[in-house]
Every structure is written in C-alpha cells, then in structure tokens.
C-alpha cells in the first residue's frame, strides 16, 4: 500500500503538469489522490484543505507580502535608476560596461527589493535598450540580466530564506540572511568574469570614464535606498525586530522613499497595491498547497524511506551533496523554487544534519541551486521575464546563457567544498 501511495503521488503529479496544470494545483490534486489510497474521498478533500490552511496559519509568513509590497514599490519608484547610476560609477571602465553595471545593479536591487522578477523587470527595462543602442547583442545583455536578477533570492531579505526556515522547522532567519551575503557576492562576481570574458571574446565596447567625484554624487543620491539595507538587515541582527517586523518596516520607508522621488503618487497606490495582491495570492497557493504535499508526504513515511536509501548508497558527506545537488537542478528545471523548497527540504535536511551539515549552509546552497532552474526553460519564471522585455526568443538566448550557467554552477561548487563562505559572517555576529 505504501509503494502504490507513493507511485500515486509522483506519477499523478507528473501526469497533471504534462497536462499543464498549474504547479500549485497540481501539487494539491496529486496530495488529495494520494490520500484518496488509504482513506475515503471525503476526508481526503477535508484533510488537504485543513492542512493547506494550516500550512498557511505561521506568523513568519506575513513578511512574504510586505516585502513583496516594499519590492513592488521600489521597483516603479525611481529606486532602480539611481542604482543603476551608482553602479554604472562602480565599473567605471571595465571592459562591458553596461553587462558590468546589469550585474552590481541586479544585486544592490535584490539586496534592497529581496525579488529577482523586480531585479529582472527593472534592470532588464531600464537598460536592455541602452545596451543595444551601445552595440551589445541583445541576448547576451538579456542572458546577463537573467542569471544577475537572482542574487536577489541569496542577497537578503529574500522571501525564499524565510519560506526555507519554514520548512526547515525553524531555522534562524537572521543568520540565514547574514549567510546570503557572500556567497551573492561570490555569485555576482563570477558573472562579471564571465562578461568580461565574453566581452574579451566578442570585442564588445568599454565602460564609460568614471571618477571618485562621480561615484560619490551617485552614492550619495543612491544612500536613501541603500539606507534600508541598514534599518531591516540591523534591527534583526541586533534584535531590534523580527523578520516580520521588518518586512512591515521596509513597507513604510518604501512608500516614503517614492512619494519622496515624486515617480508615483497616491492615484498610483491602487495599482501597486492590486500587483502585490495576484503575487502574494500565487506565492501562498504554492506555499499551502506545498504543505498540503509535505503533510501527505510525512505520513507516507517518504523523506524517511529516501533518507535511509541515500545514507545506503554512501556516508561521504561530499558524495551524498553531489547527489543532491543533481537531483535539485533537476528538480529546478521543472519546478518552481517555493514549492520545491518546501517539499525537498523536508526530505534533504535529515540527510545532511545526521552527516554534520549545518542547516544554515544547506539552505544557501539549496537556494542558490534553484536559482538556476529559474533561469532554465520549461518553467524558468526569470528566463521568461528577461525574454519578453529583451524582446528575444528562447531559442535565441540558451547560448549566451550557458557560460553564466557554468559560472553559476561553479559558485555552487564553492560554497558546497567551503561552507566558510556561507558561516563565516553568521558566526562574526554570533548567530
């Protein structure tokens, strides 16, 4: 019976996104038929939908919206231009300029607005043209904007991290958003090696002639956004406020910061307010019915089951990381990253703890891994972003696409091999 309740949870799970279902019904559908196994059609129903409720009833998770909200303000007010123009100072006259300045934008965004879409969208829209008018080929300027506007979800505040801590039944969310710093960092510049490499290849134009005088004037227009990174990031390591606390805070310096730069105004609110709503209502759909499955999954005794039959195959930490590694890109390629977090962790976490994993280094990692498959078809949501502004086709961006995925991927090596690279500020501040 146990072997049919899991070959009933895949096998319907698969069958429902060949269909194309969306991924949250999916994932509650194929929970429901999986219990339908064991117990009668009505209690099946009941239980999902208690458990998705249930899933959803976490203090932790009010942050998701607000940040959500403070993102989507910041991305239409006026907040991405002047880091752009803060970033186009930084690179000064690197060779790629502007693929430079996509790349320290995309991340002082993330580290700001904590969203690769408002990354993605406001990078991509802002600078995409510039790129072009100035010789760039378009789908390398697009395939840069892709894979950069992900050092949002490791750079905090990330969303992501507070859903793993979630999952991960209550790891801290603070030394989660500390440890997101280096390897972002770590991650941005082996993009901007890439760029320079291909830029080297393609003999592409250099940055523009910069100078300290011009990166302190745009600094300082740029120090009111990055004033925010302080406020959220130090009340929670220093106790200040939680998470939560802080994702409400970040609304309300947010919506001043705009009205302050006069890009929207109160007539605009409505709208802002209308986006933040479809996006949080998909977020916690996925996130509710996500549980639904990691409930479902429990009480099949899965994470279990796989736990022992990967500890079988070897006790190596190194090997066991490989592995998971492979099967979360994988995973990536066909799932969005919530739900997969939500399910995998559950079911990895056990693994690596037992063999001396800290929980802190496996979520940046797990996090970082999923970071690709957003950037990879058939449900890259970032890849599809970065295409339609670019005005591109996806056949046309997977080549210049597959250098920043092999750096990616050697980021993920490193902070796999090093877990210094993700502990090491953690413990700086005692966390």
Same mark, same amino acid.
């Given at each position: ?22 991924? +949250? ?44 909200? +403070? ?8 907040? +991405? ?27 002082? #965004? ?12 406001? #990078? ?40 793993? %801590? ?5 790891? %801290? ?21 890439? +760029? ?96 639904? #499955? %990691? ?70 990692? #797990? ?13 890259? %949501? ?50």
């Amino acid at each position: 019976m146990e072997v049919i309740s899991i070959l009933v949870l895949v096998l319907s799970f698969v069958f429902f996104l060949g269909l194309g279902v969306p991924v +949250a019904w999916s994932l509650g559908l194929s929970s429901m038929l999986t219990l339908m196994v064991t117990v009668a059609t009505m209690p099946a129903i009941t239980t999902v939908a208690q458990r998705m409720g249930t899933g959803l009833d976490s203090f932790s998770l009010l942050a998701i919206p607000f940040f959500i909200l +403070a993102g989507e303000l910041m991305n239409r007010g006026g907040i +991405a231009n002047r880091l752009i123009e803060f970033a186009k100072a930084l690179t000064g006259r690197l060779p790629g300029g502007l693929l430079h300045v996509n790349v320290v934008a995309a991340m002082l #965004m993330g580290a700001i607005a904590g969203s690769a879409v408002a990354a993605a969208s406001s #990078m991509g829209g802002i600078l995409g043209k510039r790129m072009e008018k100035e010789g760039y080929p378009k789908e390398l300027g697009a395939a840069v904007n892709i894979t950069s506007s992900t050092t949002g979800l490791i750079i905090p505040p990330s969303n992501v991290l507070i859903v793993y %801590s979630l999952a991960s039944g209550g790891v %801290s969310v603070a030394a989660l958003f500390v440890a997101g710093y280096l390897p972002g960092f770590l991650i941005g510049l082996l993009l901007m090696i890439t +760029a320079a490499i291909m830029v080297k290849i393609k003999k592409l134009p250099s940055g523009e002639a910069s100078s300290i005088r011009l990166v302190l004037i745009t600094f300082w227009r740029a120090v009111p956004s990055l004033f925010l990174l302080f406020v959220v990031i130090g009340g929670i390591i220093g106790g200040v406020f939680t998470a939560t606390e802080a994702s409400a805070i970040a609304v309300v310096y947010s919506l001043i910061l705009t009205l302050m730069y006069r890009e929207i105004g109160f007539k605009d609110l409505p709208s802002v307010l209308l986006k933040s709503a479809e996006t949080t209502a998909v977020v916690m759909l996925l996130i509710a019915t996500s549980m639904a #499955m %990691s409930w479902v999954m429990s009480s099949e005794e899965i994470p279990q089951r796989i736990s022992n039959a990967m500890l079988s195959l070897s006790d190596n930490i190194i090997v066991i990381l490989i592995l998971i590694n492979i099967l979360l890109l994988f995973v990536g390629v066909f799932m969005d990253m919530t739900p997969a977090v939500l399910i995998f962790t559950p079911i990895f976490l056990p693994v690596v703890t037992s063999l001396g994993v800290d929980p802190v280094h496996f979520g940046i990692m #797990m996090v970082l891994n999923l970071c690709i498959g957003l950037c990879t078809p058939p449900v890259g %949501s970032i890849l599809f972003i970065g295409v339609g502004i670019a005005q591109t086709t996806i056949q046309k961006i997977i080549k210049p696409l597959l250098p920043f995925f092999v750096a990616m991927i050697i980021g993920l090596i490193l902070i796999m091999l090093f877990p210094e690279i993700t502990l090491w500020l953690p413990r700086q501040f005692g966390l």
